[in-house]
């Protein structure tokens, strides 16, 4: 998706009958990491969050909110120009770690906005049981009901098409401009609430409650306000509840050990200590990244049901992986002509062509044009005697018949039973070029003019360009990948080889799906696959991150924990990497914080004993002006800190491809080393600024 895509303003999107429509593109679209109109609300949001009842929610940062008001009580008593600004930078920390988790929920929220505009005003046109129709707003349709769609409506609730065929727009969802068919009776049934019928009738049977669409649960998922965290954002942050707890009893028993040794330690400055000794950066940002992880995921058009699916993603070591449209493009293609019997290339290559001339598919349209690209042939003039053979289930061929003469194209098997039925003979060399193009995961097609073999086009599933090396980073990351196919095994061996996958189920059913995911999870696997149909549900539902593509079934999206919206089955593996980048960005920033604490201890507990044990001032290795300057050195660079690192919670850590143990390795050197230094040299500037202007 284009980077320069921007959120639609209200009015902007194009009005049709029944209700407006808002093109997703504003629903997923990239906005700019300080969207002006995203930062006002943060602003104001940082500010309605200092509520305790809110605040309470991230205990780190409330007993930072605690000490403020504490540091606010003997600022009162005992005005100074140290005790007030230690209060105001306090009151900043808070400030910042509200804004940094205001500004990832105003990325979902703005997204949100716009998702609700397409769905203001939308009526149906239900049909009761007389079959005749009444315009109801789509808030009171219910499961079970029938409405009438027709060319220009916008459907008005998600529901499975019972009746007609339709060409529909479904921007409103993903963004896309194609349309796509969803037809009564197949696995394209399915349609969603918000997408716009562009040509035809259909008779939609409603599937969603009253405000439990697929529109309401984008809603909900994209609006970060309401996202539940995840179990190990909820780890995590009993950790860091645990360590404040443990630092309290710590720094409140200073006070009295401070005047046990003939010292004075204000309240000011135990505090301070306080707030320097808590993890407070990672807890000021562990929400806004779990929030920003998840709208990472939405910029991909990929819609995930609940955190743990996202986190699951990261933690994947298996991913099942359907070989057609996500491995290989999908359509077969020729690729060579075998001739047999002495026939040449050239006159094979043409009647396959004259067989192919009124095939629509793409394997047909390919073996045209390759007939065009080697020999120069053209599409021929067919006389009015001509009658084509369409491609049949029970027959296996098509072809064309010319007077007496007839062409035929098609499976090996269903060729040579047609032949012999004319009267021919199969060369003996037919059966060998048949096997090896089969062993080559080919598919052949043998070409027949009336009881004559001619020889063999060879169907290529062509394998994506760059998958290979996609396999080998994800090979690198400890993440084993399995193509799953309906194809013969040698076939599928053959792909599979090519792909540079690690393993392939071949002939797969849908039990021999769940069978494959159960035995990985035994293993103490976690398991990845995409799906589409209803069965796909029951993989799905059991895979650990089940990615189902919003083209496909309800049933299929309704057992899968992610819908990719895009209905792109290699969009697995963009979840997979998203996964990974939220786990290694919440490891980097918790490094970080835990090191940054080094240096603010360095400066804070030797200013506070060293008139009492002169000792500590060797301690003193930033040579900091006094007491004073270092406390409140450390304060505010504690407050500035959170702020520099919202745009790394925000976009994440640059994902590499690399296994954890490298992973791991560079965390520690660049966030863990990065914060050790980063804190010494910028306290020590603050120090210096302090020291300048005179304040103290």
């Known amino acids: 998706m284009p980077d320069n895509n921007v959120l639609l303003h209200p009015g902007s999107a194009p009005e049709h009958e029944g209700g407006a429509a808002v093109s997703a593109r504003g629903v997923v679209s990239r906005r700019s990491l300080f969207d002006t109109a995203i930062m006002r609300r943060a602003v104001i949001d940082a500010v309605l969050k200092l509520n305790p009842r809110v605040q309470i929610k991230n205990p780190v940062m409330f007993v930072v909110l605690i000490g403020t ?86 459907i008005p609730s998600d529901g499975e098409i019972v009746e007609g065929i339709a060409s529909i727009d479904e921007s409103a969802i993903t963004g896309e401009s194609a349309p796509v068919i969803r037809e009564a009776g197949s696995d394209r049934s399915a349609v969603t609430g918000g997408t716009i019928v562009l040509s035809d009738r259909i008779v939609v049977r409603i599937t969603a409650e009253a405000g439990k669409s697929f529109l309401d649960r984008m809603i909900s998922l994209v ?15 009993i950790l860091l509840a645990a360590l404040t707890i443990i630092f309290v009893p710590v720094v409140v028993t200073l006070a009295p050990f401070g005047e046990f040794a003939g010292g004075n330690v204000s309240v000011i400055v135990l505090v301070a200590l306080l707030v320097c000794l808590i993890p407070t950066t990672i807890g000021a940002l562990l929400s806004a990244i779990g929030v920003a992880g998840m709208d990472r995921l939405v910029q991909r058009n990929v819609l995930a049901m609940s955190g743990r699916a996202v986190e699951a993603a990261g933690d994947v070591q298996t991913l099942l992986l359907d070989k057609t449209g996500t491995i290989t493009l999908g359509n077969r293609m020729a690729s060579a002509f075998y001739p047999v019997a002495g026939h040449r290339e050239e006159d094979l290559a043409g009647v396959a062509q004259l067989a192919s001339l009124a095939d629509e598919t793409p394997e047909g349209r390919s073996i045209v044009v390759l007939a065009k690209e080697r020999y120069g042939l053209r599409e021929r003039e067919l006389g009015p005697e001509h009658v ?6 029970n027959t296996r061929m098509s072809g064309l018949d010319v007077g007496a003469r007839r062409i035929r194209k098609g499976a090996a098997d269903a060729v040579k039973r047609w032949v012999i039925d004319q009267g021919g003979d ?41 998958i290979t090396e996609r396999f080998a980073e994800l090979r690198e990351m400890g993440i084993r990948t399995v193509m799953v196919t309906g194809d013969n095994p040698l076939t599928a061996a053959a792909i599979a080889q090519e792909a540079g996958v690690d393993d392939y189920l071949a002939e797969a059913t849908p039990e021999t799906k769940l069978q494959l995911i159960k035995a990985e999870q035994e293993g103490g696997k976690l398991v990845a696959m995409t799906g589409d149909g209803t069965n796909d549900a029951p993989a799905l539902a059991q ?20 819908v990719d919206l895009d209905s792109n089955p290699t969009k697995l593996i963009d979840v997979v990497e998203i996964g990974k980048q939220l786990l290694i960005t919440r490891g980097a920033l ?10 603010k201890y360095f400066a804070i507990i030797p200013a506070l004993f060293v008139a ?55 965390n520690v050197l660049i966030y863990g080393l990065g914060g050790l230094i980063i804190p010494f040299v910028s306290i020590k500037i603050i120090d210096l600024i302090l020291t300048a202007i005179g304040v103290f």
């Open 223 to 237: 609006e970060g306000a309401r996202r539940q965290k995840t179990p190990n954002e909820i780890a995590l942050s």
């Open 590 to 599: 918790t490094t970080f914080s835990i090191a940054n604490d080094v240096a």
């Open 426 to 466: 199969l060369p003996a060399e037919l059966d060998q070029i048949v096997e090896r193009v089969a062993r080559a995961g080919s598919t052949p097609l043998v070409v027949s003019d009336g009881p004559r073999v001619l020889g063999v086009v060879e169907l290529k599933d062509v394998v994506k360009q760059g």
């Open 543 to 562: 895979a650990d991150v089940g990615v189902a593509m919003n083209m496909g079934t309800t049933a299929a999206k309704e057992a899968g924990n992610m």
């Open 388 to 393: 084509f053979v369409p491609f049949s289930a």
């Open 612 to 666: 009492t044990f002169p000792e500590l001032n060797k301690l003193n290795i930033m040579a900091l002006h006094s007491p004073q300057t270092a406390v409140l050195s450390a304060v505010i660079f504690n407050a500035l800190v959170i702020i520099a690192l919202i745009p790394l919670a925000l976009r994440g850590v640059r994902f590499h491809s690399s296994n954890a143990s490298a992973i791991l390795r560079r």
């Open 69 to 154: 008001a504490v540091t606010l009580v003997d600022s009162i008593a005992h005005p100074s120009v140290f005790a007030w600004s230690v209060t105001v930078w306090l009151l900043l920390t808070v400030l910042f770690a509200n804004f940094a988790e205001a500004m990832a929920e105003g990325r979902g929220k703005a997204q949100a906005d716009t998702l609700r505009r397409t769905r203001t005003g939308t009526q149906g046109r239900r049909l009761d049981n007389n079959g005749n129709e009444q315009r109801v707003a789509a808030a009171e349709l219910v499961a079970g009901d029938l409405v009438v769609c027709e060319t220009g409506d916008v």
